[in-house]
């Protein structure tokens, strides 16, 4: 078990491009989890044979294993050790950063009310009507900085922080001729009704999703408490439970709760993650360990597990012994 925290490397953590969540199996995210979740030290010599056999536990085969190996790898996520064959794999130091950093990021999303001050980043732009394609990168560009659409051409985003926005926009806007924006701060006078902000949101799909995921756990966090779940299946599950959350923390724009429709399951949702990944830590660990050790035997003194900070945690989470 241990704590996030931090560590000194020479690049930044944000340069390490991980992998983007797909619908359907996908190794490469896989893999990054179960690093990001039992594995700590850069020192780690982890043989090419061991992560086939801790893949396998999913039900993914050694030639999509090895081919998520190399693309992680030309990810920077981890690198090669040497120039022996087979290959020996090692993570670097800002992965490691990295994966602490959005473990906590997916682990504390929730843990506690945003901090309200009613302002909200606004960006309203005009482009020619033949600038098709200009729109369609700078709607890309706002998304992927977390704002969303509230009419055409006026897209919104919660706080008072503009971040890289204008630096966007002038890379992609600044030589098209008639081509207008504006960044503002700015409060709106109806806040939460159906000409405000909220109503830019899919707050109703978001709502249903957490419900989704509630019922999808839901006999898993029984069995768990019950303690009908061996280590075996905790591997798996835990893994699971964890690559189904961490979705909402990039959805979920965390507004305030009078923005919010009654009753809001986020906080249940996110109950049910804790525990259960509280819980299966140990068994979890205790089997990458058994299944890694035939194809490297230093196996259990580097595999470890990830544990939610205790300013996370908000339920009572059962201990594994």
């Known amino acids: 078990m241990r704590q996030a925290c931090g560590v000194n490397v020479h690049l930044s953590a944000d340069d390490v491009r991980t992998p983007r969540a797909q619908a359907g199996p996908n190794p490469q995210h896989l893999l990054a989890t179960l690093l990001g979740e039992y594995l700590d030290s850069s020192d780690a010599d982890l043989p090419s044979a061991a992560v086939v056999a801790m893949l396998g536990e999913f039900g993914i085969s050694e030639s999509s294993a090895r081919a998520a190996l190399s693309r992680l790898t030309k990810r920077g996520l981890i690198a090669v050790r040497g120039s022996g064959r087979p290959p020996v ?3 670097t130091p800002q992965a490691i ?3 602490r950093s959005r473990m906590d990021h997916f682990l504390g999303f929730g843990a506690r009310p945003p901090r309200w001050t009613g302002d909200w980043v606004t960006v309203s732009f005009s482009i020619p009507q033949s600038g098709q394609a200009l729109r369609h990168a700078v709607r890309k560009a706002l998304g992927a900085l977390g704002f969303v659409r509230l009419y055409d051409s006026v897209w919104i985003r919660p706080g008072s922080e503009s971040g890289g926005v204008s630096r966007v926009l002038h890379d992609i806007l600044d030589d098209v001729g008639d081509g207008r924006w504006s960044v503002m701060h700015t409060r709106f006078d109806e806040e939460a009704g159906p000409h405000g902000p909220a109503a830019a949101y899919d707050l109703a799909g978001l709502a249903s999703a957490y419900e989704d995921f509630i019922a999808q756990y839901a006999d ?3 069995a768990v408490r019950d303690g009908e779940i061996d280590a075996t299946r905790a591997l798996v599950a835990r893994t699971s439970v964890m690559d189904s959350w961490r979705k ?3 959805v979920d724009p965390d507004l305030p709760e009078h923005l919010l429709p009654t ?3 986020r906080q249940a949702a996110r109950d049910l993650l804790l525990e259960i990944h509280s819980a299966l830590g140990s068994l979890a660990e205790a089997r990458l ?4 050790t035939p194809h490297w035997s230093d196996a259990a003194s580097w595999i470890t597990h990830f544990q939610a ?4 945690v908000s339920v009572p989470a059962r201990r594994d012994c």
């Open 263 to 265: 009753p809001w399951p």
């Open 89 to 91: 794999y090692h993570l």
């Open 309 to 312: 900070s205790e300013d996370f």
């Open 97 to 99: 950063a990295r994966h």
């Open 220 to 222: 898993l966090r029984t």
């Open 289 to 292: 360990v058994q299944v890694a």
């Open 248 to 250: 909402f923390p990039d």
